[in-house]
């Protein structure tokens, strides 16, 4: 699966981004798809996923209330709404999936599919 994220940029603490990440020729509502992130010099974190199994969406508590994600199916694209930035939002996020996943997961090495990565900074 070759997913395509895209909407990162420079922006003020408090302001707002929606990261898109698109998936060409792919259904999504079939398999779990997450957004993570990774800052410089730490592990890449688990932020969001929706399940194909119960078609849940789970969030980390670090973004829980800031951050939202959703599904377009018929463009086969997921978002995530950013809302209340803080500089150490601060990362390079990615969108990811795996065709044998239903089931969301935290752990990066569960998923085998990635997007290249959109950066986001938040500074003033």
């Known amino acids: 699966v070759q997913l395509q994220a895209s909407g990162g940029g420079l922006v003020q603490p408090g302001g707002s981004l929606r990261l898109s990440c698109a998936a060409p020729?792919?259904?999504?509502?079939?398999?779990?798809i997450g957004w993570f992130r990774q800052a410089p010099g730490k592990e890449r974190e688990g932020l969001s996923c929706?399940?194909?199994?119960?078609?849940?969406?789970y969030y980390a508590d670090s973004v829980k209330g800031r951050f939202t994600m959703s599904r377009d199916n018929a463009k086969k694209t997921v978002y995530l709404q950013m809302n209340s930035l803080k500089p150490e939002d601060t990362a390079v996020y990615y969108c990811a999936t795996d065709l044998l996943r239903l089931s969301c997961s935290w752990s990066s090495a569960d998923f085998g599919s990635w997007g290249q990565g959109t950066q986001v900074t938040v500074s003033s």
């Open positions: 929706i399940s194909s199994a119960d078609g849940s969406t």
């Open positions: 020729g792919y259904s999504l509502d079939y398999y779990a």
